[in-house]
């Protein structure tokens, strides 16, 4: 009998089934993944196998059953739960020092020598030794997922689920936190039940269970799941039935193609398991902008821009520039001033210091912004949209802030729904959407007044493999048919490779800033970006 | 239950109480409300704003004003010749409460012992003071027409009354004693409510519920900051009501400090059970407000005795524990009969029974796992 | 630029309407709420639980506790020994104990005058202060006092001088700002955390449009409880009169809807959080409300608090109210209270559009 074995599990939120009769088993120091679309059911069962939630079926763990979080309790010192969301169980004004004696102390663990060492090699893993003493609303996303993660480890449970422990995570942190993972697992032969939205990751797991719509639809090691799908997947080529589809570097057909065969990767699963249910992945369409504005060469110009939040420098003297018809990709670890050098750029935050010209004015003060505000679309890390108004409404809403009258708007917002792939739902509300439409919605609410530059804030964070490949279908349209310019921020090192020209800041600095083709030139010996990434990164280490 | 369990989560608490500044609450909220209502508050009517017209002018006219004028309870004005409609204006546009008017030829009718008649004007906005003012206006006109007159008055009854607990009748002792038992009633249910439903709101609640602390304990570790924060303030309280509003103490301060201390345990009991029903914080404090403030006032006594109330009114007021409480905190300020009286030990024991039983029901009803 | 305002309130209206939770609690606030303190508070005292131990025999004694009844007293309770009495006010079961000695109604016949012995439970000092006035005129009734100075007393605007009127009119007035405050700054710090308000501020149109027409959105749900609560509560089942125009009360509703919406706004302007909106509306409203003049005149006040409540725009709402509603004062007599509403509400926009209005 395996370590632990769910058995035919079924979780339900208020009459809804989120799972359906799963079952998994993993022996001592797996690390087992859940894959699957958002909403697919994976939060629910972990959160069965934690015993914080109702469930039918039975989980027995190292021998002991149980059927309820009542029954669980009895397992609940072998067991770690880190649920999903950034810090999600971080007190935002305890310090990292101050979290790891709590957890040890609700833990009841011996306050000894051995303990102490534990802690601080926790410590040395996460590479938070030196920040004990900030608190954990101090700290950026990335570090704030290592804490609640060895604070997940402190009392060494021998059952860990991770629930998306790395979105939204750096590639730098991620490593580290697998390095701990891998450390652990190997010598205290800790089983992990763990979701990911990173194929990369998955692939180095024990064995994966893929989900889709509250069932397991299919399970094993990545090379045995690869060599499931192996026929279908081919080198890029276009599609000419229904029952294929062209993602980036990949052509995915239930039917044969007169194109050379690809080594897939899990995330080809996803795509043939759509194709093979029949799910319509709709084809992302751009039509040519309505308007005729001519779009200027160069659209943002920045010069040594800094910005400063007391005594710490998020932003130190970046210059930039961003032209017409580009994709900028602006990579950096979580902290690395991404985000307040985009707040910067739009006037959400006041500019300390430096030069700033968007679409050839220079910006001194609110009043240069106000012409230019028409001609600038932003969409904000967590797809701010209006929770409590249907797709349409908020279309409609954002449509009628842009001055853009009801027919032309009402045009417009149907011609986006069926171009980009969200007409089924115009009518329900942003909370009953997957992630994916969302994103997709929330950057047609950011083009309906056609602007020139677009500005994207982490937009792929979270979201699963097929929506993040139509997203990026969207963008590379959007370049082509519209010439605009777009500036975007990812944590995906496969999505850099799409951008024409990245930059990498590093703790407020510029570090690089160079069309990928070159940077893969200037270090010759990484086989993926992400490679190249953490170059940057590890230098001066 | 683990006493280093409950310690480490406590410490959290109060870490995060004074880092999130949550603290100031605790202690401004209270002293707020106590000294706002304790000056804010005045039934009792002085000052008011009286417009005399003297139509007569005259030694007796005079001396009928300069009663008004000497009194507390006016704050006189004395005019002569203004139209009664312009008069009349002045308190439509809330500038005069009173408007007392003498006619001409008052001295000489009484003189003659003919009848007269003075015309008075009040303001009957606002009720009760109304009819306060109502009955100083008689005292003094009736107190100055009997020194007019020889004759004996006959079959007249007078009383002597001996006012017990209170005997200037100062507002401040009748509202502070009460003050305190609606402060010990919201302030610590609405901190035990965010402490519980903040966890829930932010995600932290999960560290509770994935780990093996028991529900005990986590209850316990969320009601004893507020109880021991709290606690300080029935002292604070207590030094406000007798050194600021100088509100007599005259029964057993144990008792006092006693009573407070299981009312406090009701009202974190109160937020408990709010804490399970509600998932934000902004819910969990408004509809703590809307479930205490109501009852603690109109069940206090502070504005009318428990004794004048009648049919459903005295029911609901023997269900909320308010009643209760109040009734001791009087006690201990104003009355002191302390546990001598059996009803105030009959009624420290319900309250006691109230605390464990809300106590109970929340620890019952609270659940260790999420929807 | 109108088409615009007007989307903006609509948004507003509808996200309302669709948290129904939200709505209960509007509906509770101005109509419930207000019944229940209109009904509830009495400050006036009424059926006032009286014993007396009598050791006359009857005759003048059982004329006068004849005379006390509803709905000023209960029906007077016979105690055979003033030690029982006594005990029953201890226990705070009596408030007003009598006791005829003896010789009462001897005295009575031979002298002309006596006197009762009365044990007054006077916590409630107003309360207290009452009962003893209402006794006092029942025994003047008796007397031959021959005065020749006769009173005519009218008390105006509220003749029946009912306390409910007023109260359901003061707690309407309090749930109107209580609802401007909290609503408003909800609406705002919703956005803020949900990083709606940056896309807003990145709108073409000027951000004080927004700001404007979000609160307006809010004055016009706490305009339809003003209506709601007027018509079904104040008059359908207080029967509060109404002296002046009720087109000046509605106008100086609407200011005043106004400027609290303009306290909600400086609330979500220098809050992070939604716990930081609930403390922070806590210690505002606290002052604002028992400043306001509706439990104590503003002029019986301790002076400090009188200097600090001209601050408070509630105190000119309330008056202006009062005046409307009781006093019935002219229109133009009205300048005063729309002046102070409109004053303070502008000094809070002008912060709330500079503190959370702009781009940089």
Redesign the interface.
């Known amino acids: 009998m395996a370590e632990l074995e769910i058995r035919g599990v079924t979780v339900k939120h208020g009459g809804i089934t989120a799972v359906k009769d799963a079952s998994i088993y993993a022996e001592r120091g797996e690390i087992i993944g859940l894959i699957g679309a958002d909403g697919a059911g994976k939060s629910s069962l972990m959160h069965a196998a934690a015993g914080v939630i109702r469930f039918e079926g039975e989980i027995v763990f190292g021998g002991t059953s149980f059927d309820s979080p009542r029954e669980a309790e009895r397992l609940k010192p072998k067991i770690g739960l880190m649920p999903q969301g950034i810090g999600l169980v971080l007190y935002k004004n305890l310090t990292v020092s101050e979290h790891l004696s709590f957890f040890s102390k609700i833990r009841s663990l011996k306050e000894d020598a051995a303990l102490n060492d534990y802690k601080q090699r926790l410590l040395k893993m996460a590479g938070l030794e030196r920040f004990t003493e900030r608190p954990a609303g101090k700290l950026s996303g990335g570090m704030m997922q290592k804490l609640s993660l060895i604070c997940t480890l402190i009392h060494r449970p021998s059952l860990l689920i991770l629930d998306e422990p790395t979105t939204g995570v750096d590639p730098l942190s991620r490593l580290e936190l697998w390095k701990i993972l891998e450390e652990i697992s190997e010598s205290e032969g800790t089983v992990t039940l763990m979701s990911t939205a990173y194929m990369q990751e998955a692939e180095k797991m024990d064995r994966v269970y893929l989900f889709d719509s509250g069932t397991i639809i299919a399970s094993g090691t990545a090379e045995e799941l690869n060599e499931t799908v192996k026929e279908y997947v081919y080198e890029p080529v276009a599609c000419r039935s229904d029952r294929c589809i062209a993602a980036g570097h990949y052509t995915y057909s239930l039917d044969p193609l007169e194109a050379p065969h690809k080594e897939p990767t899990l995330e080809a699963l996803f795509f043939i398991n759509a194709l093979k249910r029949g799910v319509e992945i709709p084809e992302i369409e751009v039509s040519e902008r309505e308007s005729e504005e001519p779009i200027p060469q160069v659209v943002m110009e920045a010069k040594g821009l800094t910005k400063r939040f007391g005594d710490f420098v998020a932003d130190d003297h970046i210059d930039m520039e961003l032209k017409s018809g580009e994709i900028l990709g602006l990579l950096g670890a979580n902290g690395a001033g991404k985000t307040t050098f985009i707040k910067m750029l739009l006037g959400l935050y006041p500019i300390d210091d430096g030069e700033l010209v968007l679409l050839g004015r220079p910006i001194r003060s609110a009043k240069d912004r106000q012409g230019l505000k028409a001609r600038i679309g932003y969409v904000s890390q967590h797809f701010s949209l209006y929770k409590d108004m249907t797709v349409r409404e908020n279309l409609l809403y954002f449509a009628s802030m842009h001055g853009i009258d009801a027919k032309k708007a009402s045009s417009r917002i149907d011609r986006y729904a069926k171009e980009l792939g969200f007409a089924s739902y115009m009518d329900s509300l942003p909370t009953e959407l997957p992630l994916g439409i969302n994103q997709r919605f929330s950057v047609a609410a950011a083009l309906l007044h056609e602007p020139v530059v677009l500005f994207l804030d982490e937009p792929t964070s979270g979201v699963d493999a097929i929506a993040r490949s139509q997203f990026w279908q969207m963008l590379k349209l959007l370049k082509r048919k519209w010439g605009i310019a777009i500036l975007i921020t990812t944590h995906y090192m496969s999505e850099a490779e799409y951008c024409d020209r990245v930059v990498l800041l590093k703790e407020g600095r510029k570090v690089a800033d160079d069309s990928v083709e070159n940077l893969y030139k200037k270090h010759p010996a990484a086989k993926s970006f992400e490679e190249i990434f953490l170059h940057y990164y590890e230098d001066g280490r | 239950m683990s006493p280093g369990v409950i310690r480490a989560y406590i410490l959290k608490e109060f870490r995060e109480l004074l880092r999130s500044r949550l603290i100031l609450i605790v202690y401004i909220l209270p002293t707020m409300i106590i000294i706002l209502f304790g000056y804010g508050i005045r039934m009792e009517v002085t000052d008011a704003r009286t417009l005399i017209i003297d139509n007569d002018n005259s030694t007796i006219s005079r001396d009928l004003s300069a009663r008004f004028e000497h009194s507390r309870y006016f704050d006189t004005r004395v005019t002569s010749g203004m139209g009664e409609q312009e008069a009349l204006k002045r308190i439509k546009q809330a500038k005069v409460d009173i408007l007392v008017i003498i006619p001409d030829s008052f001295e000489k009718r009484l003189l003659h012992g003919e009848k007269t008649e003075i015309g008075v004007f009040i303001d009957g906005a606002f009720p009760v003071r109304a009819a306060t003012m109502q009955n100083y206006v008689k005292g003094v006109v009736y107190d100055a027409a009997r020194s007019l007159t020889d004759k004996k008055p006959t079959n007249l009854i007078t009383v002597n009354n001996r006012n017990l607990f209170n005997q200037a009748m100062r507002d401040e002792d009748a509202i502070v004693p009460g003050l305190i038992g609606l402060i010990l009633l919201v302030a610590p249910a609405i901190l035990s409510a965010l402490l519980i439903v903040k966890e829930k709101e932010e995600g932290t609640i999960f560290n509770f519920y994935s780990s093996p602390i028991k529900k005990s304990e986590f209850i316990v570790a969320k009601l004893v900051p507020p109880l021991i924060l709290h606690t300080v303030n029935i002292f604070i309280l207590f030094l406000w009501a007798t050194w600021l509003f100088e509100v007599p103490f005259r029964g057993s301060f144990l008792l006092y400090w006693a009573a407070s201390q299981i009312y406090i345990v009701i009202s974190l009991g109160v937020g408990l059970l709010v804490s399970i029903i509600t998932r934000t914080q902004i819910v969990a404090i408004v509809l703590t407000i809307i479930i205490t403030i109501i009852p603690g006032f109109l069940y206090s006594g502070m504005l009318m005795p428990i004794s004048s109330m009648s049919g459903e009114s005295k029911i609901e007021a023997h269900i909320y524990p308010v009643m209760y409480f109040n009734h001791i905190i009087y006690d201990t300020f104003l009355i002191g009969q302390g546990l001598d009286s059996p009803k105030n030990r009959l009624y420290l024991a319900i309250l006691f029974f109230y605390a464990v039983f809300l106590i109970l029901l929340g620890s019952r009803l609270m659940k260790k796992e999420t929807a | 630029m109108i088409?615009?305002f007007f989307?903006?309130v609509a948004?507003e209206l509808?996200?309302f309407f669709?948290?129904w939770?939200l709505v209960a609690?509007v509906l509770y606030s101005f109509t419930l709420?207000i019944y229940?303190?209109g009904a509830?508070?009495?400050?006036?005292?009424?059926?006032?639980?009286v014993g007396y131990v009598d050791e006359t025999g009857g005759g003048m004694s059982g004329k006068?506790l004849s005379r006390l009844h509803m709905p000023e007293f209960?029906k007077p309770v016979m105690f055979t020994s003033r030690e029982a009495l006594s005990r029953s006010?201890?226990?705070?079961?009596?408030?007003v104990g009598l006791i005829f000695e003896s010789d009462f109604e001897k005295n009575?016949k031979k002298y002309?005058?006596?006197?009762?012995?009365?044990?007054?439970?006077?916590?409630?000092?107003?309360?207290?202060?009452?009962a003893?006035?209402y006794?006092?005129?029942i025994?003047l009734g008796?007397?031959?006092?021959?005065?020749?100075?006769?009173?005519?007393?009218?008390?105006?605007?509220?003749?029946n001088?009912?306390?409910s009127?007023?109260m359901a009119m003061a707690e309407m007035l309090s749930v109107i700002t209580l609802l401007g405050v909290?609503l408003t700054a909800?609406l705002f710090v919703r956005e803020k955390e949900?990083?709606?308000w940056?896309?807003?501020?990145?709108?073409?149109?000027d951000p004080k449009l927004i700001i404007l027409a979000k609160s307006f959105s809010q004055v016009l749900i706490i305009m339809g409880g003003v209506v709601i609560a007027t018509g079904i509560v104040l008059f359908g089942v207080f029967d509060v009169p109404i002296n002046g125009s009720i087109a000046a009360f509605f106008l100086l509703s609407f200011f005043y809807a106004f400027t609290s919406a303009g306290i909600g706004l400086f609330v979500a302007a220098v809050s992070k959080s939604?716990?930081q909106?609930?403390?922070l509306s806590?210690?505002i409203m606290?002052?604002l409300i028992?400043?306001s003049g509706a439990?104590?005149?503003i002029?019986?006040?301790?002076p400090l608090?009188q200097k600090l409540s001209l601050i408070s725009p509630l105190r000119y709402y309330i008056?202006g109210s009062?005046?409307i509603?009781?006093?019935?004062?002219?229109f133009t007599?009205l300048w005063s209270y729309f002046a102070g509403v409109i004053v303070l509400g502008s000094v809070l926009y002008f912060y709330g559009f500079r503190k959370i209005g702009?781009?940089?």
């Not at chain 3, 509830?40 to 639980?49: C, F, L």
């Not at chain 3, 006010?89 to 408030?95: F, H, K, Q």
């Not at chain 3, 002029?299 to 301790?302: F, L, P, Q």
């Open positions: 088409g615009t989307a903006l948004k509808i996200g669709r948290s939770g609690v709420d229940i303190t509830g508070i009495e400050m006036q005292a009424k059926n006032i639980a006068i209960q006010i201890y226990n705070r079961e009596i408030m009575l002309g005058r006596s006197s009762i012995d009365m044990l007054l439970d006077s916590v409630a000092a107003t309360q207290s202060f009452q003893l006035q006794l006092q005129n025994l008796y007397a031959h006092i021959g005065i020749p100075v006769e009173l005519k007393i009218h008390k105006l605007f509220n003749p001088a009912t306390t009127q007023f909290i909800a949900n990083g709606t940056d896309i807003m501020l990145l709108m073409p149109i939604m716990l909106v609930a403390q806590i210690l606290m002052p028992f400043l439990w104590t005149p002029h019986a006040m301790h608090l008056e009062e005046s509603f009781f006093r019935g004062t002219d007599d702009r781009l940089f």
